[in-house]
């Protein structure tokens, strides 16, 4: 699987730091699992996509759902330092309108306080 995720909590946000690529199969299932569990415990959630180098139809059909599972649920999902590739992505499908974005962790943190 080319998928990792390592995630820490910040002031009580939890930031869900994701390296490698996220493609419809394992690696967007695994994505799935994670933040539904990590959904269960905290309303704020920071997707740090920046070290994920390649994102599929499966991988963006994931994370909308999760938004859509997390908004909801009343939570909110951030998204943060997005690579060009990624970026490139989300502006083709439209879906940069769809998420707020952020250009570091950093900056998706303060916007939740």
């Not at 959904?39 to 180098?53: A, F, N, P, Q, R």
């Not at 951030?78 to 499908?93: N, W």
Request: proline share 0%.
């Amino acid at each position: 699987m080319n998928l990792k995720m390592d995630t820490k909590v910040v002031e009580g946000v939890s930031v869900v730091h994701c390296s490698g690529r996220i493609v419809f199969g394992e690696e967007a299932a695994f994505l799935r699992t994670k933040l539904k569990e990590i959904l269960t415990g905290s309303k704020k959630v920071v997707l740090d996509l920046s070290d994920i180098s390649y994102i599929d139809s499966g991988g963006l059909g994931t994370l909308v759902g999760s938004y859509s599972t997390a908004r909801s649920a009343g939570a909110d999902i951030k998204l943060a330092g997005l690579g060009q590739r990624v970026r490139d992505v989300l502006q083709i499908t439209k879906l940069v309108t769809v998420f707020e974005v952020y250009d570091s962790e950093q900056k998706a943190l303060a916007a939740f306080h």
